[in-house]
């Protein structure tokens, strides 16, 4: 039998935390709240909201003592709002404090009620101010090592890398965290061009708002700091008139005559897959002749999973295309 709700913990997302950027619910949630809980330069985006309230302000490294509070606070009946910048699920305090409920053996059927309040990631306002750069697949990594080893960072930027992602990167460096951004320019350069365009946001749409455009080859020497978000494009991704756009891919199917109008490609079908997406791409290899180590080499990709596609029988992949067309 589900509990009667007695207190409230609200993850509030802030946004990049200008009055304009804040949403409607995070506006609301503040506004009930009895207790606002927060990294202190968080409750100064916010002071003109918690006016009268109790406000209970921590330092950078204190994550868990935040969620502790909040905890505290809702056993006590009250209503509490725990404030993030950009959205509490990323590199926020929804996770920190689940793993305190946990450990407090709260569940979703308990008396404290949780509400996750979404808001918009740095990844998204800093791409909003600097173009379209994130119209193709990325992914953010942050280079804080305060929790992270190092050579997990490490990893998942080389193989973000080789992958061709567009990548934000958090956390890019700060008064004793140096090193980090160097390390992780000289694994981007083993695979990406020199000139690869590069955005550097500070302190996105706020006063001290900073933007910079520059290359991966010099993006080191740049203003960089615990406020400043890296956007690095990937092999696609250019820069013009001041804007920084990835393009999405339709070039690879249309011939595009100056934006009036767009004509398929030889081979191409509105509504297909690319002919050489998985389904052409499987007849291809299987027609080269080619061994299973040559095609890993050439596509960058495992040799057993190359084995796998030439095993399969000739044709299999484009039956089951026509099946699923026929079920459409």
């Known amino acids: 039998m589900t509990q009667q709700k ?14 304009e950027h804040l949403t409607y619910r995070a506006r609301a949630a503040i506004a009930e709240a009895d207790t606002v809980i927060g990294y202190v330069t968080y409750i100064r985006l916010v002071a003109d909201l918690v006016e009268g309230k109790e406000v209970i302000k921590k330092s950078m490294t204190e994550e868990l003592d935040r969620a502790i509070e909040a905890l505290d606070r809702a056993r006590q009946g009250k209503k509490v709002a725990l404030v993030s910048s950009g959205d509490a699920g990323v590199y926020g305090m929804a996770g920190p404090t689940f793993e305190v409920l946990f450990q407090a053996g709260w569940t979703p059927d308990s008396d404290i009620e949780v509400e996750i309040i979404p808001g918009a990631s740095a990844l998204n306002t800093c791409a ?4 379209a750069p ?4 990325f992914c953010a990594i942050s280079l804080s090592d305060l929790l992270t080893p190092w050579p997990v960072i490490a ?7 080789s992958s061709d992602f567009v990548v934000a990167l958090y956390n890019p460096k700060s008064g004793r965290r140096t090193r980090q951004i160097v390390e992780a320019q000289h694994l981007f350069l083993r695979h990406r061009r020199p000139d690869t365009p590069v955005a550097i946001v500070k302190s996105a749409y706020r006063k001290k708002q900073r933007i910079e455009f520059t290359t991966l080859e010099k993006m080191s020497e740049c203003d ?12 696609n991704t250019f820069v013009k008139h001041g804007l920084m756009v990835t393009p999405r891919g339709y070039a690879n199917k249309y011939d ?13 079908q509105p509504g297909r897959s690319l002919s050489t997406g998985l389904n052409g791409w499987i007849a291809t290899v299987q027609a080269s002749g080619k061994s299973a180590a040559e095609l890993a080499r050439e596509y960058r990709l495992p040799e057993d999973y190359i084995q796998s596609v030439l095993d399969e029988p000739p044709g299999a992949a484009a039956d089951e295309d026509e099946v699923e067309e026929a079920g459409a």
């Not at 990893?155 to 890398?161: E, F, I, N, Q, V």
């Not at 595009?256 to 191409?268: A, L, Q």
């Open 134 to 137: 994130l119209t193709h697949d």
């Open 128 to 131: 909003a101010l600097v173009g």
């Open 155 to 161: 990893r998942r930027l080389d193989a973000t890398a």
């Open 6 to 19: 007695t207190g409230k913990i609200m993850l509030v997302g802030l946004g990049p935390g200008s009055n």
């Open 256 to 268: 595009v005559d100056g934006g009036t109008g767009s004509n398929t490609k030889t081979g191409e």
């Open 224 to 235: 960089i700091g615990m406020l400043t978000t890296v956007l690095i494009g990937n092999s």
